[in-house]
């Protein structure tokens, strides 16, 4: 992915390997608001050439369909390939940009990504589904700026002819869903420590506030702890970041606590809403739902294990012993209505 701030717009290309299950001459999957400029499927075992003989997009769904010139065999592995640019979209969803000021007044604009839970495919070509998996990335960017994504870099190369870009590549991501896929191209700063078991977790945040998020990392190193031993499955990644990067990306109102200007009730606000989304590495990400249908599961499970998250991280807010009221009675409300019981 290569990313220009100034101009507003990216331009990509993605490699999909395939593994046909059945014979057919059609592959579908999702793009929306991507402009196309080049699509090749091809044969391994064969000379390469273009096996597309039509290529359409069906806006309703946000699906493109590839009729292949032949038919494509089970078993027999194939890689889909595109290349594509699209202007940064200014809703929240996919890849957007979104512009602050720093402690100067100056505007700052910053390009990052909402995937959850149709928006993957706003930023790139892929079979956004949450029960297809796949992995790794790289971006070229602005060399004066930080570029994150869900793993640790890999390694930074210059751009011959171009000192102003660098590409950052990352190392390879365990198989995940497309909604969670992050990266984001920014002049944040950082604060890191190390959990119980080795990894880092960051967070980022507009240098002039980076400062606030000092209480957000000391919950989410004690939810990372709480979790790994109260499930018995390690984190599978190094590093777990936060941006205002999973990655878990927050608004600033959900992650920063200034206690010259804040009370306890932010502070509830923050510790449980850290460790929800600590909880969702493991009740989301490792196992996640075949369909969306199926949502409540994940957010069922991680609002359940924010409160103990939160309760661990910090046991003198008592975020558990308020379950009941904060969450159970909102819930039991919503169940009193005739509409949560369709007939």
């Known amino acids: 992915m290569q990313t220009s701030i100034p101009n507003r717009n990216f ?9 046909i299950l059945q014979e057919t001459t059609m592959v579908v999957l ?16 064969l000379d390469r050439k273009n096996l597309i003989g039509r290529m359409e997009m069906c806006e309703a769904s946000s699906q ?4 292949s010139k032949t038919q494509l065999m089970p078993m027999v592995k194939y890689t889909l390939e595109f290349i594509f640019q699209a202007p940064f979209r200014d809703d929240l969803h996919g890849y957007y940009g979104s512009d602050y000021l720093d402690d100067t007044g100056k505007k700052v604009t910053l390009a990052t990504t909402q995937s959850e839970d149709l928006f993957a495919r706003t930023a790139f070509p892929c079979f956004d589904e949450p029960a297809f998996k796949a992995g790794s990335s790289n971006e070229t960017h602005d060399s004066d700026l930080l570029a994150l994504f ?32 992050a990266f984001t191209i920014c002049d944040f700063g950082k604060i890191s420590a ?30 990372l702890d709480f979790h790994e031993k109260f499930l ?3 984190y599978p990644l190094s590093k777990l970041g936060a941006y205002l990067e ?6 600033e109102q959900w992650v920063l606590f200034d206690p010259k200007e804040y009370g306890v009730s932010q502070m509830d606000l923050v510790s449980t809403t850290v460790a929800h989304e600590i909880a969702h590495q493991w009740c989301g990400n490792l196992v996640t739902m075949t369909w969306w249908d199926q949502l409540w599961l994940n957010e069922g499970f991680a609002t359940f294990m924010q409160q103990l998250g939160a309760d661990a991280a910090m046991p003198a807010l008592g975020a558990f012993s308020r379950f009941s009221t904060s969450i159970m009675q909102s819930v039991l ?11």
């Open 30 to 45: 999702h793009a929306k608001d991507l402009t196309i400029l080049s699509a090749t499927l091809t044969e391994d075992s």
């Open 333 to 343: 409300t919503l169940d009193t209505l005739s509409s949560t019981h369709p007939s």
């Open 246 to 251: 999973r990655i878990s990306s927050y608004r």
């Open 194 to 223: 190390k959990s119980r078991s080795g990894i880092e977790v960051s967070f980022y945040a507009v240098r002039q506030k980076l400062s606030q998020t000092d209480f957000a990392l000391q919950i989410a190193i004690g939810a």
């Open 64 to 67: 493109l369909q590839l009729t």
């Open 150 to 181: 869900n793993t640790p870099v890999k390694s930074t190369e210059a751009v011959a002819g171009r000192p102003e870009l660098i590409t950052t590549s990352y190392e390879d991501t365990p198989l995940m869903s497309t909604y969670l896929v």
């Open 11 to 19: 331009n990509g290309s993605v490699r999909i390997t395939l593994k």
């Open 232 to 234: 018995n499955i390690p």
